[in-house]
């Protein structure tokens, strides 16, 4: 085919062309202007030719290409410029549903352009439920499985409601939805436990330390997990990933600044990652009760007495911090402290009463990708320590951007 060059493109495509038979061919035109023409059928080297491929100069442009909704450009070639972005919730046949049902709510949605597989792009390859092995008492080998209690396909949870099409994934580390998470217990046997959870899972040093309250350490334990596994292809275009999630906890206050935080991960192992976590506070640390994002009142590292309801009152199921509109995204969660008919104190064995109850709100998380990857993402939310005093997560909106991000983040969006 022809091409008009301009002086900014002709380098670009020798240079995309170049390892190719012929190449692209060079002539002048009847104006003077510079023609050049291909000489293989996949000139912009992405995979797809034309027809299939509606711009063979750009690599960027076929049918594994996320079409963003907002430039003009049919970016996945099916002939519509800027389709709407889409949903696709499925309703299981059976509660709790699939990992892939669980997957499409998170809006891992097929798309629309057929691939040379004859098949229209899906970036959700796979979905799974994960678990976690590892040696308990007496070198037993003990499995903590995810199971269909812990987990739901929520069309809310309290007020919150998702981010992006009707439903989003809820993962618990106890009974998803529990009135009462305090008083949960643990579903794994009692007894059983990990001995050295950070080998098991893996996590690298500074994901390990967010279990063990920022000291690095091979010990600690874990049990109650629930794992949404999830294999994604990258669209060609695609340089950030994107996904919403807001985390739970029981555990606050009463082991606020201890060890026995439960955490959120998400795991990723792509090419530029080896299985780090991407859901990370400022410090490096993963979402826990330890977390920056999780005391947002006071701010962190909060005032001595912390622990103490008098410290807490205005921040933590009472008036709430208002500002980060934090307190009505609590309500109605089970972890707003205000179970029915009683106040919101606990006492505690050594006297103290505490507010019980408290979340993170709404964060958005970013990811660097290389484009058209295939990666893995391990959703994961566990109890540490003992499977008492649950925690929860709901998940939601995986999205895309074209611009890398560098080296991504977590931030509160905008409500
Ligand atoms: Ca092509
Ligand atoms: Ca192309
Ligand atoms: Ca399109
Ligand atoms: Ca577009």
Same mark, same amino acid.
């Given at each position: 085919?022809?091409?008009?060059?301009?002086?900014?493109?002709?380098?670009?495509?020798?240079?995309?062309?170049?390892?190719?038979?012929?190449?692209?061919?060079?002539?002048?035109?009847?104006? /003077?202007?510079?023609?050049?023409?291909?000489?293989?059928?996949?000139?912009?080297?992405?995979? =797809?030719?034309?027809?299939?491929?509606?711009?063979?100069?750009?690599?960027?442009? $076929?049918?594994?290409? &996320?079409?963003?909704?907002?430039?003009?450009?049919?970016?996945?070639?099916?002939?519509?410029?800027?389709?709407?972005?889409?949903?696709?919730?499925?309703?299981?046949?059976?509660?709790?549903?699939?990992?892939?049902?669980?997957?499409?709510?998170?809006?891992?949605?097929?798309?629309?352009?057929?691939?040379?597989?004859?098949?229209? &792009?899906?970036?959700?390859?796979?979905?799974?439920?994960?678990?976690?092995?590892?040696?308990?008492?007496?070198?037993?080998?003990?499995?903590?499985?995810?199971?269909?209690?812990?987990?739901?396909?929520?069309?809310?949870?309290?007020?919150?409601?998702?981010?992006?099409?009707?439903?989003?994934?809820?993962?618990? $580390?106890?009974?998803?939805?529990?009135?009462?998470?305090?008083?949960?217990?643990?579903?794994?046997?009692?007894? &059983?436990?990990?001995?050295?959870?950070?080998?098991?899972?893996?996590?690298?040093?500074?994901?390990?330390?967010?279990?063990?309250?920022?000291?690095?350490?091979?010990?600690?334990?874990?049990?109650?997990?629930?794992?949404?596994?999830?294999?994604?292809?990258?669209?060609?275009?695609?340089?950030?990933?994107?996904?919403?999630?807001?985390?739970?906890?029981?555990?606050? $206050?009463?082991?606020?600044?201890?060890?026995? $935080?439960?955490?959120?991960?998400?795991?990723?192992?792509?090419?530029?990652?080896?299985?780090?976590?991407?859901?990370?506070?400022?410090?490096?640390?993963?979402?826990?009760?330890?977390?920056?994002?999780?005391?947002?009142?006071?701010?962190?590292?909060?005032?001595?007495?912390?622990?103490?309801?008098?410290?807490?009152?205005?921040?933590?199921?009472?008036?709430?911090?208002?500002?980060?509109?934090?307190? /009505?995204?609590?309500?109605?969660?089970?972890?707003?402290?205000?179970?029915?008919?009683?106040?919101?104190?606990?006492?505690?064995?050594?006297?103290?009463? =505490?507010? =019980? /109850?408290?979340?993170?709100?709404?964060?958005?998380?970013?990811?660097?990708?290389?484009? /058209?990857?295939?990666?893995?993402?391990?959703?994961?939310?566990?109890?540490?320590?003992?499977?008492?005093?649950?925690?929860?997560?709901?998940?939601?909106?995986?999205?895309?951007?074209?611009?890398?991000?560098?080296?991504?983040?977590?931030?509160?969006?905008?409500?």
């Amino acid at each position: 085919m022809l091409q008009r060059a301009t002086g900014l493109l002709l380098p670009a495509l020798l240079l995309a062309c170049g390892s190719s038979k012929s190449g692209y061919v060079v002539d002048a035109g009847p104006e /003077g202007n510079l023609l050049t023409s291909c000489g293989h059928a996949d000139c912009d080297g992405d995979g =797809y030719t034309v027809p299939a491929d509606c711009d063979d100069t750009n690599p960027l442009i $076929n049918p594994e290409a &996320f079409d963003f909704p907002t430039d003009g450009i049919d970016n996945d070639c099916d002939g519509i410029v800027d389709n709407p972005v889409l949903t696709c919730e499925t309703i299981p046949a059976q509660s709790p549903g699939t990992p892939t049902d669980f997957a499409r709510a998170a809006d891992l949605c097929a798309q629309h352009a057929i691939t040379n597989a004859g098949t229209v &792009f899906d970036p959700l390859v796979h979905a799974a439920w994960g678990q976690v092995e590892g040696l308990g008492p007496g070198q037993t080998l003990w499995t903590s499985t995810t199971k269909p209690q812990q987990v739901a396909i929520a069309s809310s949870f309290g007020q919150n409601q998702p981010r992006q099409g009707k439903t989003m994934v809820g993962l618990a $580390n106890g009974i998803w939805a529990n009135t009462d998470p305090r008083n949960d217990p643990a579903l794994d046997p009692a007894g &059983f436990h990990i001995n050295d959870a950070c080998s098991a899972i893996p996590l690298m040093g500074q994901d390990c330390a967010s279990l063990t309250n920022g000291t690095p350490s091979g010990t600690v334990n874990v049990q109650d997990w629930a794992e949404l596994t999830l294999t994604v292809k990258i669209p060609s275009n695609v340089q950030t990933a994107v996904f919403d999630f807001a985390f739970f906890s029981s555990e606050f $206050n009463q082991w606020w600044n201890s060890a026995a $935080n439960d955490a959120f991960f998400v795991l990723v192992t792509s090419k530029g990652l080896q299985g780090q976590n991407v859901a990370k506070d400022q410090n490096g640390l993963a979402i826990t009760v330890n977390s920056g994002f999780f005391q947002l009142c006071p701010a962190p590292p909060g005032p001595a007495g912390l622990q103490e309801s008098a410290a807490l009152t205005p921040c933590v199921g009472l008036a709430g911090d208002a500002s980060q509109s934090i307190l /009505g995204q609590l309500a109605g969660t089970g972890y707003d402290g205000a179970i029915a008919g009683t106040n919101d104190t606990v006492q505690a064995l050594d006297g103290d009463t =505490y507010v =019980y /109850g408290g979340g993170s709100g709404w964060l958005t998380a970013k990811f660097p990708v290389v484009r /058209g990857e295939t990666l893995e993402m391990r959703v994961i939310i566990a109890d540490t320590f003992d499977g008492l005093k649950d925690s929860a997560v709901v998940f939601d909106a995986v999205r895309w951007e074209e611009a890398s991000e560098g080296g991504g983040g977590v931030s509160r969006p905008n409500q």
